[in-house]
């Protein structure tokens, strides 16, 4: 099963000069509630971007590069590739960008934990493909910064989405 896992503000903005517009502590605490010990999956860019190591977490980086081979990640070169082999599998695979692959990922992803930032913040890049009205909200948290919502694919969509 794939889902991602995403922060974006009111405008699907989620970078800025390849990095979080905003500071946060407690939407990264989400994040790792969401993601420790599962397998998780990113662009290259985001990779790099990471300011140290995400402890106690399987990752996956997508790379087109034959040559990338950084310490104790898996490199996958096709992402479409990866997305067709794992979207049926029982375990998760918890896709946490940045832009080029949750644009590709996304038709491909049943769950989605989402953190929406209430302020509007300079970002570069954007996750434009996000639709609220593609999902069922299935949990709801209020924080102060943002709202979190667990959310699970509408049955419809694949039909909407591949038409
Ligand atoms: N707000 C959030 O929740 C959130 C989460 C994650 C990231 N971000 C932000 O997003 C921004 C980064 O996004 P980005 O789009 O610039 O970079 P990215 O998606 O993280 O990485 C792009 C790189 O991934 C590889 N790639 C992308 N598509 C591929 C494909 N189809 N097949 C094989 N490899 C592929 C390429 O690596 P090679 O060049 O090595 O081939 C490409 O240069 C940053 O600002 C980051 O902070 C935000």
Redesign the pocket.
């Known amino acids: 099963m794939l889902s991602f896992?995403?922060?974006?503000d009111p405008n699907k903005g989620?970078?800025?000069?390849?990095?979080?517009p905003w500071h946060i502590k407690e939407e990264l605490q989400i994040f790792k509630r969401n993601t420790l010990y599962k397998n998780i999956v990113?662009?290259?860019?985001?990779?790099e971007?990471l300011p140290g190591k995400l402890k106690d977490r399987y990752i996956t980086v997508?790379?087109?590069?034959d040559n990338?081979h950084p310490e104790d990640v898996k490199v996958?070169?096709?992402?479409?590739n990866f997305l067709k082999e794992h979207e049926n599998d029982e375990i998760e695979y918890v896709i946490?960008?940045?832009?080029?692959?949750?644009k590709?990922a996304y038709p491909y992803c049943k769950k989605a934990y989402v953190?929406f930032i209430k302020k509007e913040y300079e970002t570069?890049?954007s996750f434009e493909s996000f639709d609220l009205n593609d999902w069922n909200i299935t949990k709801e948290e209020e924080y102060q910064e943002f709202t979190y919502r667990e959310l699970e694919k509408k049955q419809w969509f694949e039909y909407h989405c591949f038409l």
């Open positions: 896992s995403v922060a974006l989620i970078g800025y000069k390849n990095t979080l990113m662009g290259r860019n985001t990779y971007s997508i790379s087109l590069n990338y996958e070169h096709s992402l479409l946490c960008g940045g832009a080029s692959i949750y590709v953190s570069d890049t």
